[in-house]
């Protein structure tokens, strides 16, 4: 019984939903038809005749231009505005002015095909074309894109966008639609056609489908002349109308008609289907069903007016089925020929009334039945937020096809020993595309333009064929039919000429129609703009940063037809993105630079690198203060002793390659690994337990103490040390300091003789990590130091990662640790800070490391993209995840990871807002890595918070390192909250 209750009352309310959802749409209803039907029974036969006029606008601070709008307006009650080039504040200002003086608000409506950059191009983003979103597989990027561009549209108050243009792009000659269509399968254009349109018409701007019938092929320019499509309606049936049959049935607003001629249709002599009764209301509004509003092209166009007057070519749009007359060539002429239309009865009363219903309507829906008003402060901010960017991004990257592959370099895979050169064609100086292979490898870089002599071609011909892979950047104009200009025939000879000699990755940037040129090509990438962002991606996706998927829009070839394109799977190395790219706020993570500020202003620590990435996208990279106070200053490449961060990114990983070697049983004793400790109470130690930091191993113990004179004002202990390098003295303490050889013997010895803690509860100690360099160095019969290099230092192409740093790079580029006036009485640097492990002559298994914050979040990346990396896979799936799995016994620990505290009562080194699965490490120099498989993310602190003194806990006491943590987490939520905006 009680469950029949809960169903009953379960019904009653989801009926009163539908019943409040019913009432509210009825309601809606109403009131559309009640001020529809008001308006036109209180308007005037001018004012109707109006309404059917759409006339162009600039807004470039031409007052006698204005006048004459404004005039207009007052005097023809005209229905609309089409904005055209000028400043977007002047605009607004503009619509706003215009607005207020007409009786009923107007359409405002702009030719965007690809955003507010198509007709403001330095004062917003310009989204692609459409051919290049052609190429696009997931159709969702189209509608992203279609939301932003009509929050910009109705930022600056425009209401109707004059897109997308679904014509079918079958002719590559069309000298008027060419990029402007997503291609030529008509099933691809309708479906980017339909998310394109979706996108607007949800987001509350008109979308107009265009050019009905199809404009696509036509070899003469309407602008210019009337062009004629000569084919029969079943051909027209399969192509050019497909995506007007299916899409007028969806939601479009609009359809513009173009002017074009369809004997098939109408075989008058020159009758452009804008005036055509047969192409409009026989085709589009009976067979098609079409019932929203039909806007004719600009009736200004050569198209029309080569063959129509004035007045009269206005007059029979109207009479074929138009109900809004766009951009009549003369107004006046226009209003009164349609006016003596209407007096002499060719135009009938209701016909006018049937297109002013539609209008009202349609303006009724755009919220046109109050006066609009457009804010203008803060228009330009709004119009160039990186949210738009950060879409440009996503569909530069999904765009890029790969056309050729034939040995399989696409994407470069093994980088260690590879010797590598970019060539630029036609520019001279370094590109976007060839700088991003620098954030790679270390790449040459050369240029060629197409007009240097041919003594200059051979002479790189020449150097460039020394190296194993060249990339060249063809880098075009994207214009039509720019062939012998953008790749002239020395340009392709030179080309294949290298191929035979070399590796060669040909990247194409710019008209997909070039490619024909290209058929030599082993290795062909197609990517369709020129721009930076589209110059960045393509060289990111080439060293196999992101899943290349792009497929030829138009057909080039036999060998490459529409739908060719060679899907090309991620190797997964980290790439580069703006944060809204991957959901996150970029003003909500510049609290960052608030907190570094504060750092170095209170002497918290001197400098900082930090690095996020999520999603395998590095989303921030900043450098922050200076190595000393009054020293260099931080930069990307500046080398950090990471202390304890050590005991993660060297003596771990060893131990996950010995794991999956099967060199190491992480539940044996530790009297399998070392030999002679077998009567020590570290002998029957398990593996897992020690890298948990559940051995009952002591935290630390002072090594170095026994060594010092008691007055350090007498230098360094000669029991001990010397201060040059001699025979009985070779481990390199620091420098000038060299340590008995043979006292690193004593410093195990104490350790096997130590006492073990009487619980096997959490505590965490250095001295398991001296006991696992023994145990890899002895199943690797290799040291860790050259054991971590040849297994992932080396072929990850971690030039700034290893130890003992001095050997390899300047003093000048390593940050120094500590004014050291207890031990080394000495700056360190480059030298290890921690004493154990510079008493073990730099190599420890728990410091000793020295990197950078780009290379250790590769590093980390590598464990989050589960042992893979680049392409190869450095540890086995399952092993990271027993490593990175909380140990049984932990509340924190994983196998030499830590992990966020889950206990409330104990101290936490990350932030509240991090999840549980957490994992990664701090230093005592202030180093952090951090990898959050939950959320993709990867997150690294560096700093030198020791220098000048280890006794400063002015960064630790203020928690820095979780604090930035913490803004990653509140910059997901805050793009979240903004996405709603």
């Known amino acids: 019984m009680l469950f029949k209750g809960f169903k009953e009352k379960w019904y009653i309310l989801v009926m009163a939903c539908i019943t409040a959802l019913q009432v509210s749409a009825q309601s809606y209803l109403e009131r559309e038809d009640l001020w529809v039907e008001g308006k036109l029974t209180e308007m005037t036969l001018d004012q109707k005749i109006g309404q059917l006029f759409m006339i162009r606008a600039y807004s470039k601070g031409n007052e006698a231009e204005e006048k004459i709008i404004n005039d207009y307006i007052k005097k023809y009650h005209i229905g609309g505005l089409c904005f055209f080039q000028g400043k977007v504040d002047e605009q607004a200002s503009l619509i706003n002015k215009y607005q207020r003086i007409s009786t009923i608000p107007m359409f405002m409506g702009i030719d965007a095909e690809w955003g507010l950059g198509m007709r403001f191009p330095k004062e917003t983003v310009s989204f692609p074309r459409q051919l290049m979103l052609g190429a696009i597989q997931d159709n969702k990027l189209i509608y992203e894109m279609g939301k932003e561009i009509a929050k910009q549209c109705k930022r600056v108050g425009i209401n109707i966008n004059f897109a997308p243009s679904i014509d079918i792009n079958s002719n590559p000659s069309n000298p008027v639609i060419y990029d402007r269509s997503f291609g030529q399968s008509p099933q691809n254009v309708t479906a980017k056609g339909y998310m394109y349109m979706k996108a607007l018409e949800d987001a509350g701007v008109m979308a107009c489908i265009k050019h009905f019938p199809g404009h696509g092929d036509t070899d003469t320019d309407s602008h210019l002349d009337l062009p004629v499509l000569n084919h029969t309606l079943e051909r027209m049936e399969n192509i050019e ?87 009549p060539e003369n107004l006046p002429k226009a209003f009164t020929t349609i006016k003596d239309y209407v007096t002499e009865g060719k135009i009938s009363i209701n016909r006018l009334d049937e297109s002013i219903e539609r209008i009202l309507r349609a303006k009724y829906k755009l919220g046109l039945n109050t006066i609009p008003y457009v804010e203008p402060v803060g ?61 790679y490898v270390d790449a040459r870089h050369y240029f060629l333009m197409p007009q240097q002599l041919s003594q200059q071609f051979q002479q790189h011909q020449q150097t460039l064929s020394r190296f194993d892979k060249v990339i060249v950047g063809i880098h075009t104009s994207g214009k039509q039919n720019d062939f012998s200009k953008d790749l002239p025939e020395e340009v392709i000879r030179f080309l294949s000429e290298l191929q035979s000699k070399t590796d060669v990755i040909i990247v194409l940037f710019g008209n997909p129609y070039l490619l024909k040129k290209l058929n030599f090509a082993d290795h062909l990438v197609l990517s369709y703009d020129n721009d930076p962002i589209t110059q960045d991606a393509t060289m990111q996706a080439i060293f196999g940063v992101s899943d290349i998927s792009g497929k030829l829009p138009v057909d080039i070839s036999e060998n490459w037809p529409t739908g060719h394109g060679i899907f090309k799977g991620s190797l997964k190395r980290l790439g580069y993105a703006i944060p809204e790219m991957i959901g996150m706020s970029t003003s909500i993570l510049k609290n960052i630079d608030t907190l570094m500020a504060e750092m170095i202003n209170d002497n918290a620590a001197p400098g900082a690198q930090i690095l996020i990435a999520k999603n395998g996208k590095i989303v921030w990279q900043k450098a922050y203060g200076k190595l000393t106070p009054d020293s260099y200053y931080v930069s990307d490449n500046t080398i950090y002793d990471v202390a304890s961060v050590t005991k993660v990114l060297a003596t771990t990983l060893a131990t996950m390659k010995l794991v999956d070697a099967e060199k190491i049983n992480l539940k044996s004793p530790l009297r399998h690994y070392i030999a002679g400790i077998d009567t020590t109470d570290k002998a029957n130690l398990i593996i897992e337990d020690i890298l948990a930091h559940h051995a009952r191993l002591y935290p630390w113990i002072g090594f170095y103490e026994k060594t010092t004179l008691p007055q350090k004002s007498f230098g360094y202990n000669p029991m001990y040390y010397s201060g040059m390098l001699q025979d009985k003295y070779t481990i390199p303490v620091a420098r000038g300091m060299f340590m008995r050889t043979d006292y690193i013997d004593s410093i195990y010895q104490e350790i096997w003789t130590s006492k073990l803690r009487e619980s096997d509860s959490y505590r965490y100690s250095d001295l398991g990590f001296y006991i696992m360099k023994k145990v890899v160095e002895n199943q690797s019969h290799t040291t860790l130091d050259d054991y971590t290099y040849r297994n992932f230092y080396k072929p990850l192409l971690l030039t700034h990662t290893g130890y003992t740093p001095l050997l390899r790079h300047p003093e000048f580029n390593i940050a120094p640790t500590e004014i050291d006036n207890y031990f080394r009485l000495q700056t360190l640097r480059g030298y290890v800070h921690d004493m154990g492990a510079a008493m073990l002559g730099g190599v420890g298994g728990h410091a000793g490391l020295f990197s950078n914050a ?128």
């Open 379 to 439: 228009i330009y901010d709004d119009l160039n937020r990186n949210q738009s960017t950060a879409i440009k991004q996503k569909l530069a990257e999904a765009s890029i096809t790969v056309i050729s592959d034939d040995d399989n370099l696409i994407p470069i895979r093994d980088l260690d020993g590879l010797d590598i050169a970019t060539l630029s064609i036609n520019n001279n100086q370094k590109t976007i595309f060839q700088t991003r292979a620098d954030s």
């Open 854 to 981: 780009k290379e250790m979040a590769i590093l980390m990346q590598m464990l989050l993209n589960k042992g893979a990396y680049g392409g190869t896979q450095y540890i086995k799936p399952e092993t990271v995840k027993i490593f990175t799995t909380r140990h049984i016994k932990s509340s924190r620990r994983g196998l030499g990871f830590d992990m966020k505290e889950l206990d409330p009562k104990k101290t936490k080194s990350t932030s509240e807002l991090a999840p549980a699965s957490t994992f990664g490490h701090t230093g005592f120099t202030g180093t952090a890595v951090w990898a959050d498989p939950e959320n993709n993310i990867v997150y690294i602190f560096c700093t030198n918070r020791t220098y000048p003194s280890r006794n400063n806990q002015t960064f630790n006491n203020r928690d820095y390192r979780a604090k930035v943590q913490a803004l990653i987490y509140e910059a997901m939520k805050g793009y979240r909250a903004s996405a709603y905006l």
């Open 241 to 327: 109308f497909f995506p007007f049959r299916r899409l007028a049935s969806q939601g479009a607003g609009a359809v513009m008609i173009g002017h074009l001629q369809v004997p098939a249709i109408d075989s008058r002599a020159n009758r452009p289907a804008t005036l055509s009764q047969r192409a409009v209301s026989n085709r589009l509004r009976g067979d098609m069903g079409y019932n929203g509003v039909i806007f004719t092209g600009a009736m200004d166009m050569k198209g029309v007016t080569k063959y129509f007057p004035n007045g009269i070519a206005d007059a029979e749009a109207f009479l074929a089925g138009n109900d809004v007359i766009l951009l």
